[in-house]
Nanobody, 128 residues
Framework: QVQLIESGGGLVQAGGSLRLSCAAS????????MGWFRQAPGAEREFVAALSWSGGSTYYADSVKGRFTVSRDNAETTVYLQMNNLKPEDTAVYYC?????????????????????WGQGTQVTVSS
């Protein structure tokens, strides 16, 4: 079992920045691929960013490329999402997710069904 706790959300003006953190506990963090998803009111949960267990492979949704950066610190068992140049359309609840089973292909990182554990989410609100 893995427990994930997100933090760092809040209210920010358009053009501003936030850094989300996801602290993991439980099984060895280094074995898990990690992802960030978000869900806006009335919308489905969508992929934002993900990275492999080593951090050597990263994946981003087209809507956040060039603005968001995902990273991890395996020593601190934490994954981060640095969000710059935020837009009102980035407003959503952001969820951290972990995948512990072997899986190949980009879909393993970008599709929510491949993840085994989820955090409770943190609200990000971007005002115009």
């Amino acid at each position: 079992q893995v427990q994930l706790i997100e933090s760092g959300g809040g209210l920010v003006q358009a053009g501003g920045s936030l850094r989300l953190s996801c602290a993991a506990s439980g099984r060895p963090f280094v074995n898990y691929a990690m992802g960030w998803f978000r869900q806006a009111p009335g919308a489905e949960r969508e992929f934002v960013a993900a990275l492999s267990w080593s951090g050597g492979s990263t994946y981003y949704a087209d809507s956040v490329k060039g603005r968001f950066t995902v990273s991890r610190d395996n020593a601190e068992t934490t994954v981060y999402l640095q969000m710059n140049n935020l837009k009102p359309e980035d407003t959503a609840v952001y969820y951290c997710a972990a995948r512990g089973h072997y899986c190949t292909g980009a879909a393993c990182y970008t599709r929510s069904r491949y993840y085994d554990y989820w955090g409770q989410g943190t609200q990000v609100t971007v005002s115009s």
